[in-house]
């Protein structure tokens, strides 16, 4: 079993940054060993994978948000972090914290990023 845990989430004006962290859990699981991912979904909307970074370290990102969000992790904290800048209203949605491990799917419980002036 994996938790997640997601934090960091709030009301932010366009323009502004804010950082999301994923806390995880779990009789040994790692994630520095391990594919971590964060997605979103908007209302109405199909969740989306934003950024994913791999056991080795690469990253990658939607289109969307290359170049404004960053995707890191802290092995010693078991935590990952998505670093989101130049926030725009099109970004306003629930963020998950993703990983498959052992052939399940973990899920976070989502925090909310409302981008609005």
């Known amino acids: 079993q994996v938790q997640l845990v997601e934090s960091g989430g709030g009301l932010v004006q366009p323009g502004g940054s804010l950082r999301l962290s994923c806390a995880a859990s779990?009789?040994?699981?790692?994630?520095?060993?391990?594919?971590m991912g964060w997605y979103r979904q908007a209302p109405g909307k199909e969740r989306e994978l934003v950024a994913r970074?791999?056991?080795?370290?690469?990253?990658d990102y939607a289109d969307s948000v290359k170049g404004r969000f960053t995707i890191s992790r802290d092995n010693a904290k078991n935590t990952v972090y998505l670093q989101m800048n130049s926030l725009k209203s099109e970004d306003t949605a629930v963020y998950y914290c993703?990983?498959?491990?052992?052939?399940?799917?973990?899920w976070g419980q989502g925090t909310q990023v409302t981008v609005s002036s």
């Open positions: 970074i791999g056991p080795g370290g690469s990253t």
């Open positions: 779990g009789r040994f699981f790692s994630i520095g060993t391990n594919h």
């Open positions: 993703y990983t498959p491990w052992r052939s399940r799917d973990y």
